[in-house]
T-cell receptor, first 114, second 110 residues
Framework: DVKVTQSSRYLVKRTGEKVFLECVQDMDHENMFWYRQDPGLGLRLIYFSYDVKMKEKGDIPEGYSVSREKKERFSLILESASTNQTSMYLC?????????????FGDGTRLSIL | DQQVKQNSPSLSVQEGRISILNCDYTNSMFDYFLWYKKYPAEGPTFLISISSIKDKNEDGRFTVFLNKSAKHLSLHIVPSQPGDSAVYFCAGTSYGKLTFGQGTILTVHP
């Protein structure tokens, strides 16, 4: 079974802090993704990566950056956390080749910015 | 611009009856559509998909219908079970990138 592991289930940080969310997958997937989930808005794509050291902006990249130094690890960085970044963050991974390959998700990190 | 819309925030169904979850989209470039199910405190899990060139795909109790001319898809669950109670997201995919709807909360009553 594919395992996508997010380092923290719950995180509380202060406004202005630099925040790191970590994600690791164990299936040698090329693609990795970061989403945030907010009530009434569904899941919105923040950033994704097709390969090591490659990154692409999603639909809502402002205030975020990412890092992919190794194939299995994809980090989301909040450069200077703000209260409107309080949300559920979900990491996912998938194979590259076919568009219908389902993405496999981690259990999420509930991030609160005070 | 909401490219994928689920206009019903919630749906309540009796156990054993059919659940029908609906989804509309605007992006003609989607080549596949997927349904995900999400329980509280867990990540979404893949349920079923359909190619944009098909009009139906079935997997056990789950059937997805696609009406390309109306840009509409639906997920049918027959018979519904209490364990099906969850949030259901539809998504369109293009070049491996998913665009999700807002989700519909399904509650199946015993």
């Amino acid at each position: 079974d594919v395992k996508v592991t997010q380092s923290s289930r719950y995180l509380v940080k202060r406004t202005g802090e630099k925040v790191f969310l970590e994600c690791v997958q164990d299936m040698d997937h090329e693609n990795m993704f970061w989403y945030r989930q907010d009530p009434g808005l569904g899941l919105r794509l923040i950033y994704f990566s097709y390969d090591v050291k490659m990154k692409e902006k999603g639909d809502i990249p402002e205030g975020y950056s990412v890092s992919r130094e190794k194939k299995e690890r994809f980090s989301l960085i909040l450069e200077s956390a703000s209260t409107n970044q309080t949300s559920m963050y979900l990491c996912a991974s998938s194979f590259l080749v076919h568009s219908n390959q389902p993405q496999h998700f981690g259990d999420g990190t509930r991030l609160s910015i005070l | 611009d909401q490219q994928v819309k689920q206009n019903s925030p919630s749906l309540s169904v009796q156990e054993g009856r059919i659940s029908i979850l609906n989804c509309d989209y605007t992006n003609s470039m989607f080549d596949y559509f997927l349904w995900y199910k999400k329980y509280p405190a867990e990540g979404p899990t893949f349920l079923i998909s359909i190619s944009s060139i098909k009009d139906k795909n079935e997997d056990g109790r789950f059937t997805v219908f696609l009406n390309k001319s109306a840009k509409h898809l639906s997920l049918h669950i027959v018979p519904s079970q209490p364990g099906d109670s969850a949030v259901y997201f539809c998504a369109g995919t293009s070049y491996g990138k998913l665009t999700f709807g807002q989700g519909t909360i399904l509650t199946v009553h015993p």
